[in-house]
């Protein structure tokens, strides 16, 4: 398999992410990336302060192992409900089974069924109050795994010294179904010689005045 990952950085503040493999025989193939974004002023701050947005009306549930379970579950009336801006910390201080599990955030949510795949369309938009940034996630995929670094305890340091303390961070990794294929019920993400693999995602940055919409 040869896979190419292209990065575009343009002038109104878009990262643009494309991903394409081709194989020689069939391959199983889900491609995402791990970066972390924290939109505060001061990156040693966590982001628990930070508003979530998920267009999702269903997540996958995992087992005590952290692996996703086959049955998606609708994320109504639970902490999983991001359908309206949420604030991290008001989710996670909540008492659930599936943040115990995770020690925090680490689900897969499906993309709405208004969301037609594998159309590139708005997934998630992520905002920080203090700063006024906002990230907007748009993708062809088909959901995305929302992690907010649960285990890390300032033993990784980073840029400038900084220690990496637990929830500094948060990942919205674009990609299909997780756990693939070991699952066999998730939607099949075989491709072969005749049909290449292709993704793209687009992370577009910008500022608002707190209390807009």
């Known amino acids: 398999m040869k896979t190419t990952v292209t990065y575009t950085l343009d002038a109104q503040q878009t990262l643009r992410v494309d991903y394409f493999a081709t194989t020689d025989q069939p391959t199983v193939v889900n491609l995402t990336q791990h970066s972390y974004f924290n939109l505060q002023p001061q990156t040693q701050n966590d982001v628990l302060s930070h508003q979530l947005k998920i267009n999702s009306e269903k997540y996958l549930p995992i087992d005590q192992q952290g692996f996703p379970k086959s049955q998606a579950v609708s994320v109504d009336n639970s902490p999983f409900d991001f359908t309206e801006f949420r604030t991290i910390n008001s989710v996670i201080s909540q008492s659930h089974r599936q943040l115990t599990f995770a020690k925090g955030i680490d689900h897969y949510w499906i ?9 590139l369309e708005e997934l998630a938009q992520l905002k920080d109050k203090t700063s006024g940034r906002k990230l907007t996630v748009s993708s062809t ?7 907010i670094e649960n285990y890390l305890n300032d033993s990784v340091i980073g840029r400038d010294k900084q220690k990496y303390k637990i929830h500094q961070g948060i990942c919205l990794e674009t990609g299909e179904f997780a756990n693939l294929p070991a699952d066999q019920s998730f939607p099949n993400t075989v491709i072969s010689a005749d049909r290449p693999f292709k993704s793209t995602t687009i992370f577009q940055f910008s500022t608002e005045k707190y209390g807009e919409k």
Do not use: H, M, T
């Open 141 to 147: 995929s088909r959901g995305l795994q929302i992690y």
């Open 111 to 119: 993309r709405s069924s208004n969301l037609p795949f594998p159309k």
